[in-house]
Antibody
Framework: EVQVVESGGGSVQPGGSLRLSCAAS????????MNWVRQAPGKGLEWLAY????????YYADSVRGRFTISRDNAKDSLFLQMNSLRDEDTATYYC??????????????????WGHGTTVTVSS | EIVLTQSPGTLSLSPGERATLSCRAS???????LAWYQQKRGQAPRLLIY???SRATGIPDRFSGSGSGTDFTLTISRLEPEDFAVYYC???????????FGGGTKVEIK
């Protein structure tokens, strides 16, 4: 079964740090780009970061650039999100999501076809 | 910054009716790289449509996407009980590179 499973969420004080992990299985992880997306309570989806299949290129949303770092370990089929200088507004459910690159022979156009169930991060004093 | 505006915010319909959801971009979407997702309460998003009009694997044909440039539409031809959910559009932005989501449309039972 193709799946990704997030972990590492929890409660942290403002200014603190947290590292999220995403374990992939059922597909060739090192051939797929990956994303982190979050959703604050009762709000919509917010894309955070993207990393290419080889880990050499990363993109970030303005809201997290300079504070969050996306990385991956292809030998361990794992994706990470290092979150520093956390703020109250970072409270959310964090999802990792796969970019399939191609679906049924067509460019996927940076769509995300496999999502985890999410891990919850609460930033509060 | 490219913004995706979804309308209406909420759509109240009955099972069997047709749903038409709009997603408008503030600038032309790169290569029509526009996707649609469905999210039910307490669940992760589910990819429905990619490339503006291609259905993802396993998605019923009552879901269809159309549009180009700055105006895109998701149509659900006949609403099933399981289709009542929140729908998001998403685009790829090339400069600076990244992804943005629309604010969502909630399809609720009338």
């Amino acid at each position: 079964e193709v799946q990704v499973v997030e972990s590492g969420g929890g409660s942290v004080q403002p200014g603190g740090s947290l590292r999220l992990s995403c374990a992939a299985s059922g597909f060739t992880f090192n051939s797929k780009a990956m994303n982190w997306v979050r959703q604050a309570p009762g709000k919509g989806l917010e894309w955070l970061a993207y990393i290419t299949d080889n880990g050499r290129t990363m993109y970030y949303a303005d809201s997290v650039r300079g504070r969050f770092t996306i990385s991956r370990d292809n030998a361990k089929d794992s994706l990470f999100l290092q979150m520093n200088s956390l703020r109250d507004e970072d409270t959310a459910t964090y999802y990792c999501a796969r970019d399939p690159n191609v679906i049924s022979g067509k460019p996927a156009g940076y769509a995300m076809d496999v999502w985890g169930h999410g891990t919850t991060v609460t930033v509060s004093s | 910054e490219i913004v995706l505006t979804q309308s209406p915010g909420t759509l109240s319909l009955s099972p069997g009716e047709r749903a038409t959801l709009s997603c408008r971009a503030s600038q032309s979407v790169t290569k029509n790289y526009l996707a649609w997702y469905q999210q039910k309460r307490g669940q992760a998003p589910r990819l429905l449509i990619y490339g503006a009009s291609s259905r993802a694997t396993g998605i019923p044909d009552r879901f269809s996407g159309s549009g180009s440039g700055t105006d895109f539409t998701l149509t659900i031809s006949r609403l099933e009980p399981e289709d009542f959910a929140v729908y998001y559009c998403q685009q790829y932005v090339s400069s600076p590179p990244g992804v943005t989501f629309g604010g969502g449309t909630k399809v609720e039972i009338k």
